[in-house]
């Protein structure tokens, strides 16, 4: 079952104490596509420059990821982030961010897109969020992404999106700014009477916590002693679990709670390489191998 995602393709430059890369692949719907393919065939939408290199598009078909949807912009300059990471791999600042061709996207899905079940809208611009969610009326499962700077700049818009859409997924520091709360329990359930049927808050090195109203808990995250790059845990975390929905085509409680487990233990291999290279290196197998450690891990 395909899975539909739209959010930034970008350069990113990365600096983390041990290394610094420029402009490696990255982008939140690119490291989602990536860690969703290894569970379902997935179509991206984005927009891109002409500076985009035709080696990035292979690797992403290569990966049965559809690229129908993303737009190349004639002379135009692909999305740029640039960070850095502080010495506990956990912080990290935005040291620049050019949108270049991402300032002007209009997402205009595909046909087929359209008609895609599961519904991912990765970080980005909360207008554009609501332009895909406008085309993709019959989504049966639209699950969003979001980040503070979206939240204080465009918070009715992010309201809207929050009346919309069944599953939210943001990180414990946005969770605390979109409530006002600092306790994390509080914030999910005040999370949910916003609109969203499920909240999951993500604590990096800390698991996930889930939210409904019927259910509360907290899933850790797999212990990994070699960090490498941290950037795109979370957009695999997202990949993982609703690639893994979308394989299912189930989101009862039963079914979320794997795709949580799931979505970090993708993400636990995204930080172990540069960029995307954990991901790369490894396959479905992999990821099943560390599920039977995890399950061992939390069984007691
Ligand atoms: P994560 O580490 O999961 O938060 O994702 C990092 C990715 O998000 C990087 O590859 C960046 O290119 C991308 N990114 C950073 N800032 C933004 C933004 N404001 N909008 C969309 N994508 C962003």
């Known amino acids: 079952m395909s899975l539909v995602v739209v959010g930034s393709v970008a350069f990113d ?6 290394e610094t890369r ?13 860690a969703a393919s290894f569970f379902t065939g997935v179509r991206l939408a984005g927009v891109v420059g002409e500076d985009w290199p035709p080696e990035h598009t292979h690797l992403l ?24 990471y502080l010495a506990d791999m956990n912080s990290r600042e935005t040291k620049e961010l050019h949108l270049n061709v991402m300032e002007n996207f209009n997402p205009v899905l595909p046909d087929h897109y359209r008609r895609c079940p599961f519904l991912f809208l990765a970080n980005g611009s909360t207008d554009i969020q609501l332009k895909v969610l406008d085309q993709c009326p019959g989504a049966t499962l639209a699950v969003a992404d979001t980040m503070d700077h979206w939240i204080a ?6 309201d809207e999106m929050l009346r919309r859409i069944d599953g939210l997924v943001l990180n414990d520091t946005e969770a605390k700014l979109l409530t006002g709360e600092q306790n994390l329990v509080t914030a999910g359930k005040r999370t949910l009477e916003f609109g969203p049927r499920f909240v999951v ?8 916590m889930f939210f409904s109203k019927h259910e509360c808990y907290v899933l850790p995250a797999f212990p990994t002693a070699h960090v490498v790059d941290p950037t795109g845990a979370g957009d695999s975390f997202a990949g993982g679990m609703m690639g893994y929905l979308a ?8 079914h979320l709670k794997l795709a949580l487990a ?9 930080v172990e390489g540069f960029g995307l290279d954990g991901l790369i290196a490894i396959s479905r197998d992999d990821i099943e191998r560390r599920m039977t450690e995890y399950r061992k891990m939390l069984s007691f």
């Not at 700049?153 to 992010?158: E, H, T």
């Open 22 to 34: 420029e402009n490696v692949l990255g982008g939140s719907a690119v490291y989602f596509s990536y």
């Open 247 to 254: 394989q299912q085509r189930e989101f009862d409680p039963e």
């Open 153 to 158: 700049s465009q918070r009715d818009l992010i």
């Open 13 to 18: 430059s990365v600096e983390t104490p041990q």
């Open 201 to 208: 808050i993500k604590k990096g090195e800390h698991g996930a």
């Open 262 to 270: 799931y979505g970090i233990l993708t993400a636990s291999f995204t």
């Open 61 to 84: 078909r290569g990966r049965n990821i559809d690229l129908a949807g993303l737009q190349t912009v004639p002379g135009g300059k692909t999305f740029r982030w640039r960070g850095r």
